[in-house]
């Protein structure tokens, strides 16, 4: 069983590990900065020409974002300093020509940094989560065919495959809430105090990542208490509230405020964006961050649109959906639970002010705001009939599921160097797989080093036998009588 899991394990870490972006995400940007400086200088404030988002305190600048992206990025920093400092300096030219402002200088090492964060952290979590996955499908009594393919379909047939190939706040969150929800359940019995309050302080972690994660933490809190007999609810509860206290403070002392965000500044002021300007200031307008009301123009666009329609980016979400409810007599709280993560997720996002803000930035490939409920909701697919037909078309419709968020994760650089208003982004599934067609399959990382693209096609085929190989094993001795 151990072999079975390393192989496993391996198999889901090697596709986010080889599509890394090497470019990285702006929105990482200042919180690598941060960390470099923190290891360095042994400070926190950073310069206003290494990074975009950030927040101006004081006459000081810091970093935008939550503190979670620093904490995590500053010991592999501090561990990795030595050969990072060894490896060529001149890396602007891989930096992202990005759309909302001129290029700007970028930390020492953070090119090198943000792509180390990938293949040590972003991927490990990754496959950790759906290696959990799968044992508790096993453990439930799934087939062969829904214990390996459910996991390997959350992980590189959704939006999840791109946001895990860079150092995403958004999926770097769900990863740690993802794991602690996984590992809870496959407890045979209740996790003793230090355990539940490590679960529940990983928890607040991830919220400390990304704000927004309270509220699929807030639903899996409510969901595990419900289970006595997986954590110590007294001990998890401790282990949250005691995360949370230190992102106040955090908070406090640095911004006087329960958030930056009220602090953050556009280096350039403004941004325009279909014929209108915007700025950070549009954005704290209303009750509270911004947040108003749904919009049935941004429900279309978050849902079905081919600019962020998550049922296009994700398909096979929709047969997700209908197994759930063909399994209602049947349905278990998890099922409950990821509806509930699904459409507390979309009416938050939905209610953001203005396009450039609900879509999560028009340069960014899908509805990155809704990764949290996709796991679960995917477990639906459990309860659609097993007849031939059924099996066909969750067949057919993760095949296609699996071929758009490949294109993500081969192009999505493209998509990040492109201007707000590039045509590829209004539709980008249909402009990438016009690239493919064009190009070919593609390795980010082997295209900003100038590798050919027939050394590209030929990694990418390896990859394909490798992955196909392993899974092809593994499937025939879960088969095999005990």
């Not at 477990?379 to 097993?386: A, V």
């Not at 050919?452 to 499937?475: E, K, R």
């Amino acid at each position: 069983m151990a072999k079975r899991d390393v192989c496993l394990f391996f198999l889901f870490w090697l596709t986010p590990a080889l599509f890394v972006n090497p470019l990285g995400y702006t929105m990482a940007d200042s919180s690598l900065a941060t960390a470099i400086r923190l290891v360095n200088q042994h400070r926190l404030d950073i310069s206003p020409h290494e990074a975009i988002d950030v927040a101006a305190v004081g006459g000081q600048i810091y970093s935008g974002l939550p503190p979670g992206l620093w904490v995590l990025s500053a010991p592999l920093y501090y561990a990795l300093r030595p050969i990072i400092n060894r490896l060529p300096d001149d890396t602007t030219k891989y930096t992202i020509k990005s759309a909302l402002q001129p290029p700007f200088e970028p930390a020492r090492g953070a090119f090198y940094l943000q792509i180390l964060l990938v293949w040590l952290l972003m991927a490990p979590l990754a496959a950790l989560f759906q290696l959990r996955m799968s044992r508790w499908l096993a453990k439930s009594g799934a087939g062969p065919s829904t214990i390996l393919g459910l996991p390997l379909i959350a992980g590189v047939g959704t939006i999840v495959l791109c946001y895990s190939c860079a150092y995403s706040k958004q999926c770097l969150s769900e990863l740690l809430i993802w794991n602690v929800l996984f590992w809870s359940l496959n407890r045979e019995a209740c996790a003793p105090f230090g355990a539940s309050a490590m679960a529940g302080w990983v928890l607040g972690l991830g919220v400390g990542v990304d704000y927004t994660a309270i509220i699929p933490v807030t639903l899996i809190i409510g969901f595990l208490i419900l289970y006595p007999e997986k954590v110590d609810a007294p001990s998890f509860l401790a282990g949250f509230f005691g995360a949370v206290a230190l992102l106040l403070y955090y908070h406090h002392f640095f911004f006087h405020n329960m958030t930056p965000y009220h602090f953050r500044i556009w280096p350039h002021g403004q941004i325009f964006y279909k014929g209108r300007q915007f700025t950070l200031d549009q954005f704290q307008k209303g009750p509270f961050l911004g947040i108003l009301h749904p919009t049935w123009a941004s429900l279309y666009g978050l849902t079905v649109s081919p600019f962020k329609g998550l049922f296009l980016f994700c398909p096979v979400l929709l047969l997700g959906l209908w197994g759930s409810v063909q399994g209602r007599r049947r349905a278990t709280p998890l099922l409950v639970l990821g509806w509930l993560m699904l459409f507390a997720s979309l009416l938050f996002d939905a209610s953001l002010q203005g396009e450039l803000y609900w879509s999560g930035g028009p340069q960014y490939f899908g509805p990155r705001y809704l990764i949290a409920p996709i796991p679960i909701v995917l477990l639906g697919l459990r309860y659609l009939r097993p007849t031939i037909p059924w099996k066909l078309l969750i067949g057919a419709v993760a095949a296609i599921s699996v071929g758009i968020n490949m294109l993500g994760a081969m192009f999505q650089d493209k998509m990040l160097e492109a201007s707000l208003m590039a045509p590829l982004l209004q539709n980008p599934i249909a402009a990438l797989a016009g690239l493919f067609l064009h190009d070919g399959p593609r390795i980010p990382i082997l295209a900003a080093y100038g590798a050919a693209p027939s050394v590209q096609h030929a990694v990418f085929v390896y990859y394909a036998g490798i992955l196909m190989a392993g899974f092809t094993l593994l499937w025939r001795s879960n088969r095999q009588p005990a």
